[in-house]
């Protein structure tokens, strides 16, 4: 490619409203054109991003045994309705009618379409296990559409659907494409984990995110560096830090805190270790009738060590706990422990509560916590000797570096991530039953299909991909997705005939080998067109020069490379395809 | 590819909402499969044929210079307010509200979004002329979608856009893609003509539709066999029949021709040539005042030979008649003709009418016409000696096999064929005017974009080249758009390892040419096998058996030949390259 024939518009300032470094160069580098909120043209540049993407993942998806098909943007409602979440579905669907004032959805993913398909086309499990998946527009309404590709409204996504005839099969049908994403993950070139996430809200006991690594990630990846094991931070399992709890050796005695309510506080004031405060949380639980009203209410204490934090989702599983928390009121806490948030602790109750230990919690001794009484903590506390011991111990904080890894295979590290993919089990529960998709098993009895579901997003994946891959002075793309792998820039290509010449030449010989070269004919300065290169975030760059030549020498760059290395023109196309990784 | 990995899903009968045999054929083949009225999933074997056709498009559309960019499915209404389509526009197009009561469309077409980039990102002469293209979804809500992929209402559209700084630069820019559309449907391998296209409602003043050639095509094509002419019947110009006015030979007679009003009635009677007779029609318009009301009314006689047909879209261009005639009521025909229609004609008026004749009927002498008198014809009737020469002499008729085509270079034949393409002059008064879409010309002085539009519709495709290419058995694809282009149909592929082991080395061996070949290893019985390939429409067939491998044979079959050709095994790779003309 010729850049005179193709479409490069660079600009020096992003618009004020890119807040993220990825929606900045995206716009900058001419990728991305917005059109409204959450709406954006692909232009040249981005669109060849995108369809690199896509080739790398419909390769892996093949690959995998999925078949690809289409399914349509716009959908009748009736099938939502199957399932319920025409109705369930927030503002983010988007609801249209046609001419005739019929019912459509602008699909936010396919389920309820593919199950219509396969509850007509897979009639015997003979014809089991199927992957269906399709590269396709969505629309989702965000209420803040922002981050340029990361949240935006229209976006590209490949999804794909398992259809199994049973659990067994389901779970390999699911491990299969968790080997594919993992394959097409490292063709991006990409750093990412495969981390597990939480599959309470949907069902289905499988689920993983694939997170692309970046500092400025909206979620909190736990993981072990000598081991596989990833997981969101939430839902990181905290082990005990403490192996088996150690015998008292301090006697309780109460101490004045004047003014110091939180653990940090009481630790520098009384010069121990964070790690001997124990921090109080108050949660309540209210039992209703079948009207409605409120006839109980419990209290509930929960023990985390002062330097750890609670973690709501993980306390939200508990028994007792589960679905139906919320904090106490001070009214409740002054009610049951007599005295106002900020000197709590788990002795001397004025009314009975419930007392849940985290692990470590469970195992500490001599530690400190609120005297129930303002401006007054107590330290040397011990369990079974002060207080009973905890009517529930569990894992009820969020994990934190160095922590021992769950697997035991190492501690763990926090890195932060961007979600562009999800594997996920769904079982039968979510649409196969209600859309009554069934097959006929060896028995001629219909079964219901068990269901897997899992999602690409394409376009998010530039967004993230930049986030990773960025300097002061654009884009870095990593090889495989890069616009085009190689610029190669002469300088004085409209002035000297020798530079044309073996510009032409390199560029014909780098596209031969099968390099994906663009050729900067456009006359520009040299530092404009370095810049313009350095920005679109092309990875290797070959400058070509009168100078240069007379020695027979051209100019080498990485982009990540401080400087140019010299090499003779004759090697250079070898040379840059072996940079390359190609 | 292995039909395993595949899927496979063909029917014995088609649905009986499937009017056209492209419809009835891509359902039984399992290319399509319907959602909703006009909305169909592609299913993988349909998918295969969109992306073969959408490559062929892209490769032509970037050698011609255009660039592919993405633009939105979902657009603000806003730009479509600047043109006014947003009102103007039918209810075909799809409206839809955002959750913040925002309004939107569902594209069925991009001008307006292309021409906001144009107008932001091409400010100077020095980035013309461009042209910008993207294959996406579009949506136009049919009142009545019919006809499968022919008229429904989600479909895949290639769509191009040209900007150039003046006129002459805008129809350079048409022919570039008129060339690139004629290189395109060659490779479909597609009979096609481009044709003249009627520009007057849009605009501008160029304009081809490219139209696949089939029997069930909706439009009429006027084309000249030994000449690059082609127009649709409605535009075709009609030529005069008759070089030049002979003098009369006959003298004025009134016949009796009771009951007998149309002119082949009347030629059966009198026993002369239907070429003989011209047939009357009377248009009437009305002259308005501001406030609406009719104030002068002029009736208008139209001849056209006997055997010709009015053509009302010509008619609908005269001076006088322009976009605003209609036909003339029975009392307005009694009070100037003093006749019930039927034995019209432009002798002895009672009042006076504007007389148009056909070019033809102009050079005609001694001819027949209705005698102003129920049941009476004239006949020996001759311009200038019995009746005053027309008020205006134009082409007025539709064209009919036969007649001169009007490049002077053969004669006129009529083909019916099917839209998928069409290239479009636009000029500046649709798009960049009313959105203000300007470039500085050498002067620095603001000019209004030239623009052209270029549409080939890529579902459509699949349909229009279904409709010529089939016969009972089912589809028959050229070779570029076939889904896959041979068939290795093993006889026996589960039970001899001989005939497993040559049909593995076959499909490799083609797949190693370049040859898209489906191994079919399903197990189906040669009948099923060989039904099931032939209504998918696969241009070759290779059948290997026990039988045949003894003597080192395998048998071909093109979809189009009565019977199959042996061939020995080694050579038959190299063959069917050939065959498909690879």
Chains 1, 2 share one sequence.
Not at 244 to 271: D, I, N, W
Request: proline share 5%; glycine share 8%; net charge negative.
């Amino acid at each position: 490619m010729k850049a005179s024939q193709f479409f490069i518009s660079t600009l020096k300032e992003a618009p004020a409203d890119a807040e993220v470094v990825s929606h900045q160069l995206m716009m900058r580098a001419g990728m991305i054109k917005r059109l409204g909120a959450g709406i954006y043209n692909y232009m040249p540049m981005g669109l060849r991003v995108i369809r690199k993407v896509e080739a790398i993942i419909r390769d892996e998806m093949n690959r995998a045994g999925a078949v690809e098909l289409l399914m349509p943007v716009v959908q009748p409602a009736e099938l939502w309705m199957e399932t319920g979440r025409f109705q369930a579905y927030g503002p983010e669907l988007m609801r249209v009618k046609d001419r005739h004032d019929r019912d459509f959805i602008i699909q936010p993913t396919s389920e309820e379409v593919i199950t219509d398909i396969a509850r007509q086309e897979l009639r015997s499990y003979k014809q089991l296990p199927r992957n269906f998946y399709h590269i396709q527009t969505k629309f989702r309404d965000e209420r803040r559409p922002r981050f340029g590709v990361m949240r935006g409204r229209e976006f590209t996504m490949k999804d794909a659907y398992s259809f199994d005839r049973d659990k067994a099969g389901a779970l390999k049908s699911y491990q299969l494409m968790f080997d594919a994403y993992k394959r097409i993950f490292d063709r991006f070139g990409l750093q990412y984990r495969a981390v597990a996430a939480d599959t309470g809200a949907i069902g289905g006991d499988a689920s993983h995110e694939f997170q692309v690594i970046a500092d400025t990630g909206e979620d909190a990846i736990a993981y072990c560096p000598t081991s596989d094991y990833a997981a969101n931070v939430e839902l990181a399992e905290a082990v005990s830090l403490i192996a088996t709890r150690a015998a008292p050796t301090q006697a309780l005695a109460k101490t004045p805190t004047p003014g110091k309510s939180t653990c940090e506080e009481v630790a520098a004031l009384l010069g121990i270790a964070l790690a001997t405060t124990v921090k109080s949380l108050v949660l309540a639980t209210d039992d209703k009738n079948e009207a409605g009203d409120i006839v109980k209410t419990t209290v509930w204490l929960l023990l985390v060590r002062g330097d750890h934090a609670m973690n709501e989702v993980k306390v939200g599983k508990l028994p007792g706990l589960k679905d139906a928390f919320r904090f106490a009121t001070v009214t409740e806490i002054e009610e049951h422990f007599g005295c106002k948030p900020g000197y709590l602790g788990p002795i001397g109750l004025k009314k009975p509560v419930k007392v849940v230990a985290d692990r470590t919690v469970a195992a500490m001794s001599d530690w400190v916590c609120g005297a129930n009484e303002a401006d007054f903590h107590i330290t040397g506390v011990n369990w079974g000797r002060d207080l009973p011991e905890p009517d529930l111990v569990a894992d009820i904080r969020n994990v934190v570096e160095g922590d021992p890894s769950p697997d035991g295979q190492g501690v763990l590290a926090i890195q932060r991530g961007i979600e562009v993919g999800h594997v996920f089990y769904l079982g039968t529960g979510k649409y196969s039953q209600p859309m009554k998709a069934q097959f006929l098993d060896e028995n001629g009895k219909p079964q219901p299909f068990e269901m897997g579901c899992y999602g690409i997003g394409v376009t998010r994946i530039l967004g993230a991909g930049i986030e990773q891959n960025h300097d002061a002075r654009g884009i870095i793309w990593p090889a495989s997705i890069a616009p085009f792998q190689v610029a190669v820039c002469p300088i004085g290509y409209d002035r000297s005939a020798e530079v044309q010449a073996a510009a032409d030449a390199l560029h014909a010989e780098l596209l031969a080998l099968g390099v994906d070269a663009i050729l900067d004919d456009r006359g520009e300065r040299p530092g404009a067109m370095f810049a313009d290169w350095e920005l679109i975030g092309v990875p290797q760059r070959v400058v070509l020069s009168d100078r240069g030549l007379k020695d027979g020498q051209v100019e080498v760059q990485g982009r990540r490379e401080a400087e140019a290395s010299k090499l003779p023109l004759a090697e250079v196309a070898a040379a840059v395809k072996a940079r390359l990784g190609a």
